[in-house]
């Protein structure tokens, strides 16, 4: 079963039961063609609430929230045996819903997160997560973790791994009113996907309805898979002496770019199909590079396949 750290959903006003209406902002808007949108918004929003909306016009509930709406439980995230406390949570607001609104309500976007205590510090998988060269991924590195952001246009999927104790440094007030979290959260490598659009949550999960999303298993298992499927395995052993001087160059580059792009695939191709001349197939220029990229990474103290699979292991225990 998936834990949710942050979701979107929608469901119909039929499950309304109470409305406090002070505590919500009313706006009006005359369409061109005469109709009439009312629109009902929280005003103020406790943690982990980011948004309740209620469209009177179109029937429509809208509810964005994080995991945070748990308080103590925060770590556990929205799932099956969170979910009386996030509608109880959610009907505290000042909107009180049908606890039956969740065989109705539909995700229009969420995260999805598992939370890995594993053998080493954190960083030390960031690092080794850094040096997957992902060819159908964007990999970005920042000093608090890393992002895989699909490289297709239509419902891109984006994978994140960071540690949680730069989090809880920079939102002090939520941790220090549930200190117990301190414990949950110490030294957790967070992997967590984002699914941003309901088409994305369609594709990946084949549903939108929020208990079949819930009752899914292995979404970041799945896509980190895919990250580290790609991965091209050759001897990491460089010997310059047993190469022929096309080849040495052709090394020699790839380590400049590599190093120049953090040992993003996608961005060091680029570059090497930029340079070639108009009309030529980069197929076998690609092929060398590839080669040399794997090298570069099996060659690299900072990666380790057996972190890899340590990660891929607690996933698969955790769903």
């Known amino acids: ?70 308080g103590s439980n925060y770590s556990q995230g929205i799932t099956f045996n969170t979910l009386e406390q ?28 598992d939370d890995l205590k594993l053998t080493k510090d954190a960083t030390t998988y960031l690092d080794t997560l850094n040096q997957l060269t992902a060819p159908k991924f964007t990999k970005t590195k920042y000093p608090t973790g890393i992002t895989f952001n699909e ?7 984006r994978l994140t791994g960071y540690g949680k104790e730069y989090e809880m440094q920079t939102n002090k007030d939520f941790y220090k009113k549930y200190p117990s979290l301190y414990n949950d959260l110490d030294n957790v490598l967070r992997i967590e996907s984002r699914l941003n659009s309901a088409g994305t949550i369609k594709k990946h999960i084949c549903t939108n309805s929020m208990l079949e999303v819930l009752d899914f298993s292995n979404l970041n298992y799945n896509i980190l898979n895919k990250i580290v499927a790609n ?14 001087m096309a080849d040495a160059k052709n090394y020699a580059l790839t380590k ?17 199909k930029g340079k ?21 990474n099996n060659n690299n103290e900072n990666y380790c396949a057996d972190d890899i699979e340590e990660i891929k292991t607690a996933l698969a225990v955790l769903n």
């Open 231 to 244: 991965q091209t395995n050759f001897k990491p052993i460089i010997d310059m002496s047993e190469m022929s």
């Open 151 to 157: 490289n297709i246009k239509q419902k891109p999927s």
């Open 86 to 113: 996030f509608i109880y949570e959610i009907n505290n607001t000042g909107v009180e819903l049908d606890q039956d609104f969740v065989y109705d309500a539909e995700l229009k976007k969420v995260d999805v997160k």
């Open 256 to 272: 400049i770019l590599y190093d120049q792009y953090n040992g993003d695939y996608t961005s060091i191709i680029n570059y090497i």
């Open 1 to 70: 079963m998936l834990s949710i750290d942050t979701l979107e959903l929608t469901t119909s006003t039929d499950y309304i039961k109470g409305l406090d209406r002070s505590k919500f902002t009313v706006s009006i808007v005359y369409k061109p063609n005469g109709m009439e949108f009312k629109n009902y918004s929280l005003t103020y929003k406790p943690p982990g609430i980011n948004k309740i909306s209620i469209n009177e016009t179109q029937n429509r509930v809208t509810i964005n929230a994080s995991s945070k709406i748990l």
């Open 276 to 296: 070639l001349s108009k009309g030529t197939n980069p197929s076998y220029q690609v092929g060398i590079t590839k080669k040399y990229i794997a090298m570069i």
